[in-house]
C-alpha cells in the first residue's frame, strides 16, 4: 500500500480542521493564538513521526537500503559487500653508482610525492632478477635500473595513480638512490556500491538451487570486482564437442589472471555446476594488435602531441574490448579520428601488417601491440 504523506501544512489544516468541526461556536485559530501554537506543536511531532515511519519502511526492502542497512539485510541471505580491489603496477628503482650487487626486498615501501599513498614490492617469479632465496629483485653489478611489480597497501581507486607520481622510497634500501612509475597504477576499485550489489543480489536468490548458467555467472562475478568472462557450453578446450562439458574463460583486465584468481574462480563454479558436468577455467588467448597509421595535421599544430592523442586512444579503445570481441580493421580509422579534432586524413592503415580484422574467438582477446602513428 502507498503511503500517504502530509507536509507540515497539511497537518496544521486537517488538525484545524478536526478541532473547529467538534467545536459549537468560532475557534480562534489565527496565527499567534494559544490553540493554533499547540496544533502546530502537534504537527511538528506527527512530521518527525512520519519520517521515523519511512526510514523504517526504507530499511525493510532491498530495494530501498543503503550502506550498512543494505549489508546486513543480504547477510540474512549469506551474501556479502564485495571488497575493495588494491591498484598494481611496475615500479622502476635506479641507482647513481651501479658498482656492486643491490637487493630490493618484497614488502619494500615507496610512495607518492605527497607522502599520502603507500605501494609495496610484490614477488614476482617471472622476472629474471627474483631471488626466491634473498626474498627480493638483485640487481648486478652494472645494472643502474630494475623494474619491479608493486601493489598499493590500501584497496580502491585512490591507488589508480599516474605515471611519475611514485618518487619517495619509504623503506632503506642499500645501494638504491631513486624510485618511478614509467606507467600507471591500475585496476583498483572502490567497494562494491549499493547498485551493483542490489542487482546481484537478485541474482543470487534467481541461481539459488539451479544448475544453471545464470548460477554460474553469479559465482564468478562473486569472486571479486572487474572481472570478465565468456562461458562456452558442450565444449572442451580446442573447440572439440563435448556434452555436459563446459569453458570458463576469465580476466581481471590483464589479459594474463594469476594462477590464484584462476582457482578462486574454480572453486566457486564447483560449488554451483550441476552434477554430472566438468569444465575448466582458463585465462583467454591473448592476440596481439600492432596497429600503423598516418595522420595528417594543420600546419600549425603540434603533431607530435596529436599522434599521442591518437596512441592513447588507439590503446584504451582495443585493451577495453571484452573476451571473444573483434578488432575490425576500419574501427581504426574512426578511433583516429575520434581522439583529436585537429587530425584532418588518416591514411595507410595497417592491423598486423594488413587489413583484416583480428577476429580472437570466444576464448580469445584482443590486446593492444606495437601502436605507431606517423
Keep these: 500500500m502507498q503511503l500517504q504523506l502530509q507536509n507540515f501544512s497539511t ?3 486537517n488538525a484545524a480542521a478536526a478541532v473547529q468541526g467538534s467545536a459549537a461556536q468560532l475557534i480562534d485559530l489565527t496565527v499567534g493564538s494559544t490553540l493554533r501554537a499547540i496544533l502546530e506543536a502537534n504537527a511538528s511531532l506527527a512530521l518527525w513521526m512520519q519520517w521515523l515511519i519511512v526510514q523504517v519502511l526504507a ?14 539485510w543480504c547477510a540474512d541471505f ?45 614477488a614476482d617469479p617471472n622476472n629474471p632478477a627474483w631471488s626466491q632465496s634473498l626474498n627480493g629483485y638483485t640487481l648486478g653489478a652494472g645494472v643502474a635500473s630494475l623494474t619491479v611489480s608493486a601493489v598499493a597497501t590500501a584497496s580502491g581507486s585512490l591507488g589508480n595513480v599516474q605515471p611519475g607520481t611514485i618518487s619517495l622510497i619509504a623503506s632503506a634500501v642499500s645501494g638504491i638512490d631513486t624510485v618511478t ?7 583498483g576499485l572502490d567497494a562494491e556500491a549499493d ?55 576469465v580476466d581481471d583486465g590483464t ?10 574462480v574454480a572453486e566457486a563454479i ?15 588467448m591473448v592476440t596481439l594488435a600492432n596497429v600503423s597509421l598516418s595522420i595528417t595535421t594543420p600546419a600549425s599544430s603540434a603533431h607530435i602531441a596529436i599522434a599521442a592523442n591518437v596512441v592513447a586512444s588507439l590503446q584504451s579503445s582495443i ?21 583529436d579534432p585537429n587530425v584532418i586524413n588518416v591514411t595507410n592503415v595497417l592491423l598486423n601488417l594488413g587489413t583484416t580484422d583480428v577476429t580472437p574467438g570466444p576464448a580469445g582477446l584482443v590486446k593492444a601491440g606495437s601502436l605507431q602513428v606517423a
Design 59 to 72: 530499511t525493510t526492502r532491498a530495494a530501498t537500503s543503503n550502506g550498512t542497512d543494505l549489508d546486513t
Design 319 to 339: 585493451n577495453a574490448l571484452p573476451i571473444g570481441a573483434s578488432l575490425p580493421w576500419s574501427r581504426l580509422t574512426q578511433l583516429a579520428y575520434a581522439a
Design 255 to 264: 589479459g594474463s589472471p594469476s594462477a590464484t584468481l584462476l582457482t578462486q
Design 195 to 249: 547498485a551493483p550489489l542490489r542487482t546481484r543480489f537478485s541474482g543470487y536468490l534467481a541461481s539459488r538451487a539451479r544448475g544453471t548458467s545464470q548460477a554460474i555467472d553469479h559465482a564468478i562475478l562473486s569472486v571479486r570486482q572487474g572481472l570478465t568472462y565468456t562461458l562456452q557450453e558442450n565444449v572442451v578446450s580446442g573447440g572439440t564437442p563435448a556434452m555436459g562439458c563446459f569453458i570458463v574463460t
Design 181 to 187: 612509475n614509467q606507467n600507471a597504477f591500475v585496476g
Design 270 to 284: 564447483e560449488a554451483v555446476r550441476p552434477i554430472g558436468s566438468t569444465y575448466s577455467v582458463q585465462s583467454p
Design 78 to 122: 549469506a551474501l556479502a559487500r564485495l571488497p575493495a580491489v588494491p591498484a598494481t603496477g611496475l615500479v622502476t628503482f635506479s641507482r647513481f653508482t651501479p658498482t656492486l650487487q643491490a637487493v630490493i626486498p618484497a614488502a619494500t615501501l615507496v610512495r607518492t610525492a605527497n607522502g599520502l599513498l603507500s605501494f609495496s614490492v610484490i
Design 11 to 13: 497537518l496544521v489544516s
